[in-house]
């Protein structure tokens, strides 16, 4: 039994939930997310309360059911709030600015690199060694995130590297080099 499963998703004004056919669809003031149920699991909407249902106790429900609740609660949050990532870029000379819906990122090869903007995320460059995205759908905005981040990873000797904002990077130290064995 799922303890993640059986707890209710609270739906703030302005939020609708609605099941039918085995697809659950969320709208909300940011937009509308859409996510098939799979199995005999039901969505049941109760005031201001959105209940996830299993019909039978069987292993491949339980391992479902927690995980479809978490589902339908980022999407409640992302139509109503919404998600954002912030990732920081360290380096000498390295930079990145927005150009319509891409963002170009100077970051330490021999031409620049222009990540295209992906259907409903949004990027910004508030500085130019920070970049935003942000969206309704939680799953999308960390997938960009992530696909920026590999870019450039960071590295752990001098600290270069596209990195989360909020990502401690582990430092090590170099060669101490000059004591060779005589």
Known sequence: MSRIGKMPV??????TVSFADGVVTVKGA?????QKIEGDIVVKVDGAHALVEKATDSPELDAKHGLYRALVHNMVVGVSQGYTKS???SGVGWKVAKQGKKIVLNVGFSHPVEFDEPE???LACPSQNEITVTGIDKMLVGQTASDIRTIRPPEPYHGYGIAYSDEVIERKEGKTGGKGKK
């Open 87 to 89: 990732l920081k870029v």
């Open 120 to 122: 409903g995320i949004t």
């Open 30 to 34: 940011k937009g509308t997310l859409s």
């Open 10 to 15: 609270v739906i703030p004004a302005g939020v």
